[in-house]
């Protein structure tokens, strides 16, 4: 497998792309072919006639590109899989917790399909992991989204006419995100809080110059993957309870909390948001699998009666496209070139490779993958 197509993004929301040119010219000098489809980098800065300096070829359609194309790259998920040839390798999210119908459909179309949700969060992967570097600037937008709207400012600053305090910036969720949050609102000048159910992370967050919030939840920990455990109904109760005295002098709240493959757990209800500041701004990072936040709403800004304003977090990584796709490019190539056998001058698909085992989800005509067969 050496001939990949590069799709075009459907989604009108979506603005990045899987492959910026250098990457583009790196994989044709390994020994790859590759067509791209017209207009794919023009949302995040990269032009057809880059490409076309890099060595690809262009193609006006997904659907064209398909004809004799081994590997497919893609970021979202195909609206449709007709034109895909059998035994093509397709890469993208695949959101395969709640898309069963569509890994059915790959499989009986006898797509070898990878979900980038499950490339394994190991050291040796760590080059490819697309959550990680994605997340990453999600959690810088979020602070920059809720300082733009914040009535006052973030840091310090000592006048003639007086002395303005910090804004006091509280982030829930200390995975990949909710660093990069709190490292951004430092930055800018703010006192900073955060919490997360693993203690283990007291460390990072206290080498950012923010402070950990102890909130006794009894047992806790992380899955193999790094994900939060799910906590149970009592826990959440109790996390509640202690958060919102942290919420209430907070200016920024920034919420990261997402259970990989469930729900997101509720953690500021409307007893929270009643009792906060008006003006203050709160960031539900988890609104598009539920929301941390009550009364939070998919790419909408909701203004409460007490001045209290909730903002959508979701992909928020789509504000800064050539970035996102530069780290995107970095994930895909990775996984690229780690599976390219130079013998051979091509890709080859190893099921004994425990990323690719972790990944592959449908092969051969079935759903080869343990967690979803």
Request: one cysteine or more; glycine letters at 8%.
């Amino acid at each position: 497998m050496k001939k990949i197509l590069l799709c075009k993004e459907t989604d009108p929301k979506e603005t990045r792309t899987a492959l910026i040119p250098d990457d583009v010219k790196k994989l044709i000098a390994m020994g790859y072919e590759i067509k791209v489809v017209k207009g794919t980098g023009e949302k995040s800065g990269f032009s057809d006639d880059a490409y076309v300096k890099a060595g690809a070829t262009l193609v006006s359609s997904n659907e064209e590109g398909y004809k004799g194309s081994e590997i497919v790259l893609r970021i979202l998920k195909p609206e449709s899989i007709k034109g895909i040839e059998a035994e093509t390798l397709h890469l993208s999210y695949l959101d395969p917790f709640n898309e069963k119908k569509l890994l059915g459909d790959m499989a009986k179309a006898k797509l070898q399909a990878v979900s980038l949700e499950m490339i394994p969060r190991t050291t040796l992967a760590q080059k490819m992991d697309v959550q990680s570097s994605q997340t990453s600037l999600a959690g810088y937008a979020a602070v920059v989204n809720a300082a733009a709207r914040l009535p006052k400012i973030l840091p310090m600053m000592v006048t003639p006419s007086g002395t303005i305090n910090p804004a006091r910036v509280f982030v829930i969720g200390v995975g990949v995100a909710g660093l990069q949050a709190i490292a951004t609102a430092k930055r800018l000048g703010a006192r900073v809080d955060a919490f997360d159910t693993r203690p283990v992370v007291e460390e990072q967050v206290k080498s950012l110059g923010a402070s950990f919030v102890k909130i006794d939840l009894g047992e806790m920990g992380q899955t193999d993957q790094g994900y939060a455990k799910e906590l149970t109904p009592e826990q959440i109760a109790k996390q509640q309870e202690a958060q919102a005295k942290v919420c209430e002098r907070s200016d920024i709240v920034i919420t990261t909390a997402k259970v990989f493959g469930r729900k997101a757990p509720r953690l500021i209800g409307k007893d929270v948001l009643d009792r906060m500041k008006p003006g203050a701004v709160v960031v539900d990072m988890a609104v598009s699998t539920g929301g941390n936040v009550e009364g939070s709403k998919l790419y909408e800004e909701v203004v409460r009666d007490n001045g209290v304003i909730i903002m959508s977090g979701d992909m928020l990584e789509r504000q800064v496209p050539f970035d996102a796709s530069k780290m995107l490019s970095g994930n895909f190539t990775a996984f690229l070139t780690h599976f390219y056998d130079k013998e051979s001058k091509e890709l080859k698909v190893n099921t004994d490779d425990e990323i690719m085992k972790g990944c592959l989800l449908t092969q051969n005509g079935q759903i080869i993958h343990e967690r979803f067969k």
